[in-house]
């Protein structure tokens, strides 16, 4: 009897512990995101698409004594051959200074197509500092056949962009998104909650 | 006494023929099985380097087209590491640490029977994947996105068969950690444990750790390709990038997973053969353990150009480097043990020596790639290529030659052929560096991996390891002759086969009864 | 059982051996790096050679204590096994040595590293884009934009005549660059990650789709410099070479200006009619870019990528033709030509396709056609 109420303890000690270990697992699956983005934050890595802020740009201080060359450039992915680029090359900002420019896309075959737009900021140490407040990226954007477009975007660079940027590269890429149209929000990682749904052309 | 008990047992519950090696919950029979299943796939894989030497024995397209040769290039990678190395060290958990410890078998024998028989499928489906339209997988077999969401349905069979061997390894590992933690005899302290099992036991952790992460990286590029997710494809706002830091944080400890157990048999067989113990048994486990942790840490120094932040190219060069440290100790720990020792250089020794000699001019040449600059002109060329077949060759496959050469005579309970088992030894030893040394310099000289065919001033250093290339693969059919023979027969062994060897499994007759330790040993 | 003497000494031999050409031919082509012509260069060759000899150093060192070892400590020599088996004391002092000279190689490293990452203010600014198998590189403040496609013949790849001395590292149109000049290049990729190398540069950076990464270089020296792509990109990764042509910076204006005027040459070449003959000619020599998929004789890899031999597409309507040329083919590898190829070269490689490999449509193309549908 002793012997068996033993072994009864021993077994419920085991199976609590092994409940334990499952319940904390599980748990360490949903701590895993904060923890990424803390890594993430620490080393930078993932911060190229640069920051979206869809609310209202935060005033800032314009600060005239630096000027910063922001360069446009736009690629289009294999299927989606539309023509795509900025209307203008670069332009001068301050930091904590609004600006806008304007991309123009041209949908050159004789289809209807959509496409969908990811941003990227080079270099790497600017990209957290360059923030996006009206973008048409993430988006999806159709157009008719030989239909052409602007798409504008607002920009602010940080004042506390590190001293040693002087350039800074935002680049485009448009991809075929006709896999993607059902589902507006997709499931992307890069710019999860950076989705703006396609509000302005 | 022990072996009269033993053929009781086998006539009375044993099916005899091929449903023995179907069914059977055996250990020893499990292990045998896993060590067979890990030669075939080695002569598999060998087959295909073979093709990818042929091709780039002369500067030109001869043999294959440049789509055949990346899916040589891929398959033998996958075969190797899956088929060759993972099972075979896999195999000898199953025949030896059962007999190290002290206990009767392992503690979860069906799962040993599945995790091993769910391997035949997954290669079947990987191997026929070459047969499938448009050919085998050709991504490399790393399956970066987006080359491989590009690929045909030899890729979903892939991912399939990444599936299938992630579950044997995962069950394999759980079954190994329950047994040692379970299953030690009475006296057995974890202190005590030999160093192989040791080794195992931290890879066991380190496959239950990873391999889920690789059946997540594959399972998202499955759903990106199939069902609409858009994890690595930009078009989707995803990051292909991503991938690689998935497949990395897999892939590293990968590496360890298949160098801890090589550790842990060298730790065993140059002890025996120096008649001195091992130098500095704790300071061994630590650095196993320090390695193994140092393993999650690191993943991104295989990918340096992506564009990494500075930040984190510096912290992922100065853990890498550290890596050094613990792997200095275990090389200083070996020589030290030969110090002053009394040895004597059968095969099994040999094969120690030269991996100890050989894996540490990989890891030295690891050291070099560690140095994120220097990368830069290293990476994806053959200096990576030189570099990891020194760790995986010389490392893994020999230590595990060394290590069939050191328990063959208590497998089978004869001697194998002295004289073929040296003669084997030097013509890989030989062969294995005529076919990688000179790659270091190609890569130096600028020649990338993964390429068909290559530029004129890479001719001859492409011909020499191409001809080494061919001599290596031949000598190992001279393995499978000397292990048929051995098995076969041959001067009967002792039970302690080596001149005083120490543990467990050398307490037992030659060969070891079907049965052993039915009745736990007393260690003091 | 035992090793003899003899059998011994070849073993050290046989180890030492490979490692005996390394040492004199640290500064030769073809055994280490090639020489760098950028700053980075330099300092990446310094400390590769420091690291290697390093190496070297521990590595002479730790086994010339084993293989003294191996030497003196046999049974055959009647050696007596020692008993020792730890000295807390030496095992601390060979972990921290190794620590310290790590810390000694992390630090010059680091500073090399930071110095690579510095793309700021730099003079003249390339994007460079990988595709499926060719670099396009474009001059962004130039506006001057072309492929670079792999020149070798593919008679010579398929052994079918002598190999010349730059095989496979050959293009039709190098980059350009001046030298003296901080270089910027903006690399990104079309449809994989590629890898952009060019050796005497120390210059080696990703393609990522949808990504866009910087780099650096300063060129001291004018010359020729060749490359490969180091990422496995499909089928045809080992060719798809790069090749740089430093120039000095007066050069290189004149090239810049001259390309200005071939652009304006192409522009009314485009306007004129062209014979078939002209047409076909100028097809074959662009058609070397389809070969890499649709084979020299159009006849394609089954299941792979299909025939344009008695293809539906090339006997059937232009129009559908052109479609496919210009602007791909959704989810294959076929690729939108239109952004890559001139109307001119659209129009001929049109042509040639549809009168060739047994083809007999008959129509030319003219680059007019193609303007039309742009």
């Known amino acids: ?201 | 006494m022990a072996t009269a008990e033993a053929a009781h047992h086998e006539e009375h519950h044993h099916p005899s023929g091929i449903m023995r090696w179907i069914t059977t919950t055996n250990h020893k029979d499990i292990g045998t099985l896993y060590l067979s299943f890990s030669l075939m796939m080695f002569m598999v894989g060998g087959a295909m380097a073979l093709v990818i030497r042929a091709e780039l024995f002369q500067p030109g397209l001869q043999i294959v087209d440049p789509h055949f040769f990346n899916q040589m290039t891929t398959m033998h990678a996958l075969v190797m590491i899956f088929g060759a190395i993972m099972p075979g060290f896999v195999g000898f958990a199953n025949w030896m640490i059962p007999m190290m410890i002290g206990a009767p078998d392992m503690a979860l024998p069906r799962l040993n029977n599945w995790s091993f028989w769910i391997l035949p499928f997954a290669f079947t489906m990987l191997l026929g994947s070459l047969f499938a339209p448009g050919g085998g997988p050709a991504s490399g077999w790393t399956l970066y996105a987006p080359l491989s969401i590009q690929g045909g349905m030899s890729v979903d069979m892939t991912i399939l068969a990444v599936h299938m061997m992630g579950i044997s390894s995962v069950l394999g590992a759980i079954n190994i950690v329950v047994t040692v933690f379970n299953m030690r005899a009475p006296g057995m302290t974890l202190m005590k444990m030999p160093l192989f099992v040791w080794t195992w036991l931290i890879t066991a952790y380190l496959l239950i750790a990873v391999m889920p992460v690789l059946a997540g990286a594959v399972t998202m590029l499955l759903t990106d390709r199939h069902f609409g997710t858009a994890f690595f494809d930009p078009a989707g706002g995803g990051d292909p990038v991503m991938f690689q830091h998935i497949f990395w944080f897999f892939g590293h400890p990968e590496v360890y997973v298949m160098i801890l157990p090589a550790f842990g048999i060298i730790s065993e067989i140059i002890p025996t053969f120096a008649r001195k113990p091992l130098f500095g048994y704790a300071s061994m486990v630590l650095a196993v353990a320090g390695i193994a942790f140092l393993s999650f840490i690191v993943w991104a120094h295989h990918m340096f150009t992506v564009g990494m932040p500075l930040i984190g190219e510096l912290f992922f060069m100065y853990a890498t480097m550290l890596i050094a440290v613990p792997t200095g100790v275990k090389v200083f720990n070996w020589v030290a043990t030969m110090w002053r020792g009394s040895m004597t250089f059968e095969t099994p020794m040999l094969f120690a020596i030269s991996v100890v000699v050989l894996f540490t001019i990989g890891g030295l040449s690891g050291l070099m790639l560690a140095i994120t600059p220097a990368d830069f002109q290293y990476h994806d060329t053959y200096f990576v290529v030189a570099h990891f077949h020194y760790v995986l060759f010389s490392g893994a496959a020999m230590a595990m030659m060394g290590g069939a050469y050191y328990w063959l005579p208590k497998w089978t309970g004869h001697m194998y052929d002295e004289k073929l088992g040296k003669l084997h030894f030097w013509l890989t030893a030989i062969f294995f560096n005529i076919t990688f040394f000179p790659q270091h310099f190609l890569g130096l000289a600028g020649m990338p991996r993964r390429i068909p065919d290559y530029a004129l001033q890479f001719t001859e250093f492409n011909v020499m390891s191409s001809i080494g290339a061919f001599g290596l693969g031949f000598s190992q059919l001279l393995l499978v002759y000397v292990v048929v023979k051995c098995v076969r027969g041959g001067e009967k062994a002792s039970a302690e086969v080596w001149d005083n060897p120490k543990g467990l499994e050398w307490t037992v007759p030659s060969p070891a009864p079907y049965h052993t330790f039915e009745t736990p040993p007393q260690v003091r | 059982m035992l090793m003899s003497r003899s059998k011994l000494s070849a073993a050290i031999i046989g180890l030492a051996v490979p490692w005996l050409p390394v040492v004199p031919a640290m500064a030769d082509y073809g055994l280490n790096l090639p020489p760098p012509v950028s700053p980075i260069g330099d300092e990446i060759l310094s400390l590769h050679n420091l690291i290697m000899l390093i190496c070297l150093i521990i590595f002479v060192v730790v086994f010339s204590f084993m293989f003294y070892s191996i030497y003196a400590h046999r049974k055959s020599k009647g050696h007596k096994a020692a008993q020792f088996s730890h000295s807390t004391r030496l095992e601390i002092v060979w972990s921290v040595i190794p620590f310290v000279i790590l810390v000694g190689m992390a630090i010059p490293s680091t500073a090399t590293l930071i110095r690579m990452e510095d793309t700021s203010q730099a003079d003249v600014t390339v994007k460079i884009t990988g595709y499926q198998w060719k670099w396009r590189y474009e001059y962004l403040d130039h506006g001057i934009a072309f492929n670079s496609n792999l020149s070798t013949p593919r008679d010579q790849i398929e052994n079918r005549s002598a190999k010349g001395d730059n095989y496979l590292l050959e293009v039709d149109r190098p980059l350009v660059l001046p030298t003296d000049t901080k270089v910027r290049f903006l690399i990104t990729a079309n449809d994989v990650i590629h890898s952009w190398w060019v050796p005497e540069l120390a210059v080696k950076k990703d393609g990522i789709p949808g990504f866009i990464n910087e780099i650096w270089t300063l060129i001291k020296k004018p010359g020729i410099y060749r490359g490969q792509c180091t990422e496995l990109c499909g089928k045809d990764h080992g060719f798809m070479p790069v090749v740089v042509d430093a120039r000095s910076p007066e050069d290189f204006q004149a090239w810049l200006a001259a390309n200005k005027q071939e652009a304006a040459a192409d522009a009314s070449a485009a306007m004129a009619e062209w014979s078939m003959d002209d047409l076909m000619a100028k097809g074959k020599e662009i058609y070397g870019a389809c070969a890499a998929c649709h084979g020299a004789q159009g006849e394609g890899v089954p299941n792979v990528f299909p025939p344009i031999a008695g293809s539906a597409v090339a006997t059937g309507p232009v129009a559908q033709h052109l479609e496919v040329v210009m602007n791909g083919r959704d989810g294959t590898a076929m690729q939108a030509f239109k952004g890559q190829l001139s109307d001119t070269e659209i129009a001929a490689v049109v042509t040639y396709q549809r009168n060739s490999f047994g083809n007999s449509a008959g129509d030319a193309v003219q680059p007019a056609d193609v303007k039309a549908l742009r």
Not at chain 1, 89 to 114: F, L, W
Not at chain 1, 148 to 153: F, I, L, N, Q
Request: proline residues 4%; aromatic residues 8%; contains cysteine.
């Open chain 1, 1 to 201: 009897m002793t012997e068996q109420a033993i072994r009864q303890a021993a077994n419920r000690r085991i199976i609590t512990r092994a409940v334990m270990v499952a319940v904390a697992m599980f748990g360490f699956g949903f701590a895993m995101v904060p923890l990424y983005d803390l890594f993430c934050d620490i080393t930078g890595l993932n911060g190229k698409t640069g920051v979206t802020d869809s609310g209202s740009a935060r005033a800032q201080a314009v600060d005239e004594t630096r000027l910063i060359t922001v360069e446009f450039t736009g690629n289009t992915a294999g299927g989606l051959p539309w023509e795509f680029r900025p209307a203008v090359a670069k332009m001068q900002v301050h930091p904590g200074q609004v600006a806008e420019a304007v991309y123009v896309a041209r949908n050159t075959t004789s289809d209807r197509m959509v496409g969908r737009a990811i941003p990227s900021v080079a270099p790497n140490r600017a990209a957290a500092h360059f923030k996006k407040t009206e973008c048409f990226c993430f988006s999806n954007q159709e157009l008719a056949p030989g239909e052409s477009r602007e798409m504008p975007v607002r920009f602010v660079v940080e004042t506390d962009v590190p001293q040693d940027v002087h350039t800074i590269t935002l680049s485009y890429s448009f991809f075929n998104a006709g896999k993607y149209s059902s589902s507006d929000a997709g499931t992307g990682t890069a710019g999860s909650d950076a989705i703006r749904r396609g509000e302005k052309g």
